[in-house]
């Protein structure tokens, strides 16, 4: 795991450009919100999160979390939905990269889009810019 000023990057996952994450997880992906993102957030009091069997098309909102869209990493579609966060939101805060996340999608175009998400040197030098333009 690198660790970027203080925020944690594992380096198995890929990095959307708008603070989610990816775990390849077979034909499918577990997807959450960066380290960096939820400590700019601060306490996650609001998540809306996508339904199980929404489409998702990479780089398109699919829900809000805090402030801001929760943008798709990856387009698929959503087989299942983190229960624990609709009673406990501060999961994402407490565990990112763990029990946090916040969907698990079935890819329908994974190595392609892989190519739009950031990975090991190049997500290190993706987050120093989040870090210095924030």
Known sequence: MAIVEGYNLPDNLYYHENGTWVKLQGENVRIGVTDFYQKLAGKITYLDFPFENDELIQGDPCGRIQFDKLI???????????????????????????????????????????????????????????????
């Not at 229960?83 to 990112?96: A, Y």
């Open 72 to 134: 798709a990493p990856v387009s698929g579609t959503v087989i299942t939905v983190n229960q624990e966060l609709e009673d406990n939101l501060s999961v994402i805060n407490k565990e990112p990269y763990g029990s946090g996340w916040i969907i698990i999608v079935r890819t329908s175009n994974i190595d392609e889009e892989l190519k739009n998400l950031y990975h090991g040197e190049k997500a290190v030098e993706w987050l120093k810019n989040k870090i210095a333009s924030k």
